[in-house]
């Protein structure tokens, strides 16, 4: 319990030291012991790895991380990440939190400690939903070339990785189609959403028809053209070419619109510095 223990806790925090490598095992396998030893249904419960990600000693397979975020198969004891340090591990603490059903952020600055810590600490540890599945059946000769997703799959019975929403959080992506036959973007196509709310913990089902697949394209909506900066600016900030796009002119289509909210207008900050 942390206000009755502030002072001892603090001791402990200043006295550690880092060394060259680190144990990640050793770590989840003692917090994960002390979680379920004081599991309370009526409470929420949530490990926190604050970490790079490297794992360089010790049993560092991720088949074995991936066993240990979901321990006796214990629901609700859910992995959160916040990502520290300077050589960052994306994939493997993004993997990790993925096995155990958390949010994964990273904290570049103290500005961000201040943010995610404080109105943003619900979306790291609340989870609202999990089991998430998107498919949408295509009219034939329209082939997917690329998706901006946490994963994808073309063969319906291939299992991708489980997805989270937490608290608050908003779900868009970015898909490039090839359309062989013109007359396909006259036909129709589907599109199935399949989620698990936490709050019922039974599956619900969404389905949506479009009665012309070209509509979806030609017409993709306000979502679409807010994911498609954020998209564009990712890829300029890792440095790939975006076709079209400089940061400029990201920039000036940021600062002509009147409608931003707080992600755009983080990233219309970053821009001006």
Same mark, same amino acid.
Do not use: C
């Given at each position: ?14 006295a550690l030291? %880092?060394?060259s ?11 994960y012991?002390? $979680? ?12 926190i ?6 794992a360089?000693v010790g ?9 240990l975020t979901r ?22 603490? &993004?993997?990790?939190?993925? $096995? ?5 952020i990273? @904290?570049p ?20 939903? &999990?089991? @998430? ?7 034939? &000769?329209v ?7 946490e994963?994808?799959?073309?063969? %319906? ?10 608290a608050?959080d &908003?779900m ?7 359309v $062989?036959r013109?007359?396909a973007?006259?036909?129709?196509a ?8 936490? $709050?019922?913990g039974?599956?619900v ?22 994911t ?6 990712a ?9 079209g796009?400089?940061?400029d002119t ?11 909210d707080?992600?755009?207008q ?5 821009l001006?510095?």
């Open positions: 319990e942390v206000s009755a223990n502030e002072e001892a806790i603090l001791e402990h925090f200043a030291r %880092p060394g490598s680190t144990n990640m095992i050793a770590g989840l396998n003692r917090v012991e002390l $979680a379920q030893q004081n599991f309370s249904e009526e409470l929420l419960q949530r490990v790895l604050f970490g790079d990600g490297n360089n049993n560092t397979d991720l088949t074995r991380f991936n066993e321990i006796n198969g214990q629901e609700g004891i859910y992995l959160s990440g916040v990502g520290v340090g300077t050589h960052y591990d994306w994939d493997r603490m &993004d993997q990790l939190t993925d $096995a155990g059903k958390g949010a994964h990273f @904290i600055d103290s500005n961000e400690v201040e943010l995610m810590f404080g109105d943003y600490f619900n979306k790291l540890v609340e989870v609202a939903a &999990d089991q @998430i599945a998107i498919e949408m059946t295509l009219p034939q &000769d082939t997917l070339e690329s998706f901006t997703g994963e994808v799959s073309t063969n %319906p019975e291939e299992r991708l990785q489980n997805i989270i929403l937490a608050g &908003d868009t992506f970015v898909a490039r189609f090839k $062989a013109e007359e973007l006259d036909e129709p589907t599109l199935t959403l399949t989620m698990r709310p936490l $709050a019922t039974e599956e089902v969404f389905n949506v028809e479009m009665a012309r697949f070209g509509d979806l394209v030609e017409s993709p909506g306000a979502l679409f053209e807010r498609k900066l954020v998209h564009d600016f890829k300029l900030a890792t440095g790939s070419f975006v076709p796009v400089t940061e990201l920039l000036e289509t940021l600062n002509g619109s009147d409608t931003l707080w992600g755009l983080e990233i219309q900050g970053l001006n510095r």
